[in-house]
């Protein structure tokens, strides 16, 4: 089926109030959260956009307000239980939090307390604009449970205020379609059961300190095929610490296939890259115009053999959470994980739309969740002046400077910068569906 095939019932939500159905795949965010206080919200996307000026507070909070009263899916928590909890609209509009940051650089979580900061699926808010003053700079960051939106959901909320900054109207949103809605009718294919046979690209598991930590990097001037570079890239490191099977995770915005479909929902489906010694850029960009020529990122995630994924809505959260952390030990032992890694690309971020309300933006870049069982997490975002690098990685492959050695391999891999006349620079080009298949749908 062809997204000019599809359709999908547009819904008012000034007159129908919101709800969705909680899917499986935000049922196991959701169970990642620590329920009980302190609250602890792991599974979280935050987008992060760096500027200079004298911010006008309440002009911003005017702005987020108008937003979010034109997203529902800004305002959501969750109610009901098993497979009967459904988000709805919560009546409370997103908070704008002003935040002191001190002489924190942006550079890493460390004097960021912050961005630990919880929104609890079942009490909310599930989203939030921080306004961080520092000595040197400020930043605005637009935090969402990741059950209730994705990356890109998230910088379609951060887009619709910064509209409203600059006198224009926000774009709201004209759907409550759940992931599993929209997967169902591009697809009746479900995915393989994928084992843990790979190594993390830094190594083995050291010492049995827990929890992750992110460092950025900041690459000026323009690349070509950003994409397959890193990953081949990555792909080398892991094969130095004698791994040569390697595949990655890459998210993909399923938004696209239906035409007119706007949302801050989690709609993000997935494909899985495997990359050999043999892998070349061409072969890469040849590997992920063909699968999403066969719609692969909407294909139906295996977690369970022989369970069918909305059999796991009756799964209790605590259920999935100790089942979830008997995976984090046994991963920690054995070193093998799903997947290499999760490279998460965000394409080209427009600065020049993000100013506003005596703020103007100088950088953007998304914080990867703090997904437990992960091994290695990459966001790669882009603007005019070159690409932000986000690599979060658990502190147990962290040791001995591992994390920033593999963003030195990262940045070595993008090779030398080409002049703006020799190529478009757009960090997602290699990404790009086929002709068939338009409009572009963009790994997040």
């Not at 819904?11 to 049922?27: G, H, Q």
């Not at 108008?66 to 997203?71: D, E, Y």
């Not at 909310?124 to 637009?142: N, Q, R």
Request: aromatic residues 8%; hydrophobic residues 35%.
């Amino acid at each position: 089926m062809s997204f000019e095939s599809m359709s999908f019932k547009t819904m008012s939500f000034k007159t129908t109030p919101y709800k969705r159905k909680l899917s499986p795949v935000e049922r196991y965010y959701i169970s990642c959260d620590k329920r009980t206080l302190p609250y602890h919200t792991p599974c979280l996307n935050q987008m992060m956009v760096e500027g200079t000026g004298i911010v006008d507070e309440k002009t911003w909070a005017k702005a987020v307000k108008t937003a979010s009263l034109a997203n529902p899916g800004s305002r959501i928590i969750l109610k009901g239980s098993l497979g009967f909890a459904c988000w709805v609209d919560s009546g409370k509009t997103t908070p704008f939090r002003v935040v002191n940051g001190g002489i924190w650089d942006g550079q890493s979580d460390t004097g960021a307390p912050f961005l630990e900061d919880p929104l609890p699926a079942y009490e909310g808010p599930t989203s939030e604009v921080l306004l961080v003053k520092c000595v040197h700079k400020s930043y605005i960051v637009f935090r969402s449970h990741h059950g209730a939106m994705d990356g890109r959901g998230t910088q379609a909320f951060a887009d619709d205020v910064f509209r409203v900054l600059n006198g224009g109207e926000p774009l709201g949103e004209n759907s409550a379609m759940s992931d599993l809605d929209l997967s169902t009718q591009l697809t009746s294919v479900r995915s393989e059961m994928l084992t843990d046979q790979v190594r993390a690209p830094t190594g083995l598991p050291e010492g049995n300190e827990k929890g992750r930590i992110w460092y950025r990097r900041t690459v000026t001037g323009k690349f070509s095929q950003v994409l397959a570079r890193i990953a081949i890239g990555i792909a080398q490191s892991a094969r130095d610490y004698g791994d040569t099977n390697v595949r990655f995770q890459l998210p993909v915005d399923m938004r696209p296939r239906v035409k007119g479909l706007r949302s801050t929902a989690n709609l993000s489906g997935g494909i899985m890259m495997n990359v050999t010694s043999e892998t070349s850029v061409s072969s890469w960009q040849h590997m992920i115009k063909n699968k999403l020529a066969e719609k692969r990122e909407a294909v139906i995630p295996s977690f369970m053999k022989f369970v069918p994924i909305r059999l796991l809505c009756w799964i209790s959260l605590k259920m999935m959470k100790n089942a979830n952390e008997k995976l984090v030990e046994k991963r920690m032992l054995t070193g093998q994980y799903r997947a290499t890694g999760i490279i998460s690309n965000l394409g080209l971020l427009p600065l020049e739309q993000y100013q506003g309300g005596g703020f103007k933006a100088t950088s953007a870049l998304f914080i990867p969740p703090d997904f437990d069982t992960t091994a290695f997490f990459l966001t790669v975002a882009g603007n005019k002046n070159g690409i932000e690098l986000v690599l979060r990685l658990p502190k147990v492959l962290a040791t001995r400077g591992r994390l920033n050695k593999a963003l030195d391999a990262i940045v070595s891999s993008l090779g030398k910068a080409v002049e703006p006349s020799k190529s478009s620079a757009v960090p997602n080009e290699s990404s790009k569906a086929p002709q068939e298949t338009k409009p572009e749908l963009l790994p997040l």
